[in-house]
């Protein structure tokens, strides 16, 4: 049996999807385990783009058994386009299995989170706008539906029913135009029908896996610093993206959890509102972030760009379990004269090792920097840790000290050849 998580260690976008389809190749089955189409995993395969939403990486290869688990919510709609969307680009030969129990996001859960936004007004969170916090909202308040329900058309027309008997209040109270039970049905019962054929109990799945001994993935969604419990709340999603939530999110016993690979960037970068420490802005900005194309996979939206904070790295290593960490985007630092590493914070004139709980006290946060000498090679064409330059070893080394994860892969480029494993992770 071995499995590997593989999680987002800062505010999402690390370059998860690159890894998981790189190591997805060594693994029998990939499971995607929260979060829903908030998340976009960009993956070149022979120069050719794919974004994917609510699919886990593994579905470009007819080996792999891609699992939605549990912890997921899930748009069937979007779902479904997806998958066709594939198919139209000649992935046909898949296989996907949806969770009984995961919940399904309705057009009702896109208009709230749209209109709780606008309410919020300047202390928006920057959602991504799919309805993810209005389904979690109704999964916790026991009037969310799931997917075991969707499929049949008899018990989904009831929780439907029942459920809009409340989602219809608060559309009311929030002066919005109510949902008709017919609408909504007579749409999505189609799409039941064509996603019901991926529907069982992913759980039991899961185990019998475990059971035959096969290498399985977690793909983790967004980033540490964005879950519900220890992100920075309340500018996080709306589930737990850490190697510690996966054996709730799919229903497995912890024990099965063997290694924890915390996915980063060579900087940071955030999108969406929300304190961020080691922030910069400017021509250093500009450069990274064009070198980087730092734009949002699902919104666009230019991403914000800062250096690397191994404080908040250090916190997602202990928070989520990360024993290894994967490097990504190492080349866009290329050309810089310096480069700083943030390890530790000031807070009120004491040093500070961890993130602190409040956003008030995060606000107030200077971090403190290392500086480092940059580098000038052209890194794209690595092959090997001894083939970097020295000032991008010495980088490396530094952060393994300040994180005490080490470093198992490195990535110099979006394609998979680009991507130097130092350490067998399966
Ligand atoms: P939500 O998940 O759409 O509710 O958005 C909540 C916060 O998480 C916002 O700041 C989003 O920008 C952020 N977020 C959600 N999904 C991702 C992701 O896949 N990458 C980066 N940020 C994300």
Redesign the pocket.
């Known amino acids: 049996m071995s499995t590997l998580v593989v999680e ?1 260690s800062q ?3 690390e370059g998860k999807g690159k890894i998981t389809d790189y190591l997805a190749q060594e693994a029998d089955v990939v499971v995607r385990s929260q ?1 829903g189409n ?4 960009t993956i070149v395969i022979n120069n050719e783009k794919f974004a994917l939403r609510s699919i886990p990486s593994g579905i470009f290869n007819p080996r792999i058994k891609n699992i939605l688990a549990n912890g997921m919510v899930i748009n069937p709609k979007q779902l479904l386009e997806e998958l066709h969307g594939l198919e139209a680009r000649g992935i046909k030969d898949y296989k996907l299995y949806i969770s009984n129990r995961a919940h399904i996001v309705l057009p009702y859960h896109e208009t709230l ?1 749209g209109a709780y936004e606008d309410y919020k007004g300047s202390r928006k ?6 309805g ?2 209005p389904c979690y909202s109704d999964k916790a308040n026991r009037i969310g539906i799931r997917i075991g329900e969707f499929v049949n058309e008899e018990e989904f027309k009831e929780c439907l029913t029942n459920t809009l008997s409340i989602k219809n209040m608060e559309l009311k109270m929030l002066g919005l135009p109510e949902v008709s039970v017919d609408e909504i049905f007579n749409e999505y019962k189609e799409y039941a029908k064509e996603i019901s054929k991926f529907v069982c109990d992913t759980s039991l799945l899961i185990e019998e896996e475990l059971e035959k001994g096969s290498k399985i993935l977690f793909e983790g ?3 540490v610093m ?1 879950c519900i419990d220890h992100g920075t709340y309340p ?5 737990s993206p850490t190697g510690a939530a996966v054996p709730l999110n799919c229903g497995i016993a912890p024990k099965y959890i063997n290694n924890v690979l915390g996915i980063c960037k060579a900087y940071t970068t ?5 304190p961020f420490p080691t922030e910069i802005d400017g021509d250093l900005a500009n450069y990274i972030r064009e070198r980087g194309h730092e734009y ?4 666009k ?1 230019p991403r914000r760009i800062g250096w690397l904070d191994c404080v908040t790295l250090n916190y997602a290593r202990r928070v989520s379990g990360i024993n290894y960490l994967s490097i990504m985007l190492l080349d866009v630092l290329t050309g810089l004269d310096e480069i700083k590493i943030c390890y530790e914070y000031d807070l009120d004139g004491k040093a500070l090792n961890t993130v602190p709980a409040t956003l008030k006290e995060l606000e107030k946060v200077t971090p403190k920097y290392i500086t480092l000498k940059g580098w000038k090679e052209d890194i794209t064409q690595v092959k090997s840790f001894d083939e970097l330059p020295e000032n991008a070893k010495i980088y490396i080394r530094k952060i393994e000290e300040l994180t005490k994860a080490e470093v198992a892969i490195f990535s110099v480029g979006p394609d998979r050849s680009q991507t130097i494993k130092l350490k067998e992770l399966f």
Not at 38 to 41: S, Y
Not at 270 to 274: E, I, L, M, P, Q
Not at 296 to 299: P, R, Y
Request: hydrophobic share 25%; aromatic share 6%; proline share 0%.
């Open positions: 987002g505010w999402g976008d979060g908030n998340a976009g995993h989170d969170i920057g959602t991504t706008k799919h993810i916090g969604a967004q980033g964005l500018y996080v999603t709306s589930s955030r999108v969406g509102s929300g949002g996979t699902v919104t939206r």
